[in-house]
């Protein structure tokens, strides 16, 4: 959970250049001062994922509703891509995909193994 949310965070560098960001995800770039605003919205939108996974393996209170709204923001982003943006698969988006799948399956396996998560 922790290495996750370390790997989420790196989406806050499309803070600082919206443009490397679009570029190395889906191999284009976008123009104008909305598609900077955009962008820069999303990467803080997913770093601020990553904050609340690394919160949420330090803080165990928090745990399985940080996994269960990081995931959740992950399956969603893996849909779109899949139903919306194969083109890009090739691109840095693809390694995204593959990693956020990953986590998705590791984040279902502890909540359903989680011993907090069974009923009393």
């Not at 989406?11 to 995800?25: C, E, K, R, V």
């Not at 803080?59 to 982003?77: C, E, M, N, W």
């Amino acid at each position: 959970m922790l290495l996750s949310g370390v790997l989420t965070c790196t989406m806050f560098l499309g803070l600082i250049s919206p443009q490397f960001q679009m570029m190395s995800n889906f191999g284009t770039s976008m123009e104008g001062h909305l598609a900077e605003m955009i962008v820069r919205s999303w990467s803080s939108l997913i770093g601020l994922m990553g904050i609340m996974l690394i919160y949420g393996a330090l803080v165990p209170t928090v745990r399985q509703y940080s996994l269960v709204i990081a995931g959740t923001s992950k399956i969603l982003f893996v849909l779109l891509v899949l139903l919306y943006g194969q083109s890009y698969l090739e691109f840095g988006i693809g390694t995204a995909i593959i990693a956020d799948s990953f986590m998705i399956i590791l984040f279902a396996v502890y909540l359903i193994c989680s011993p907090s998560s069974k009923p009393a």
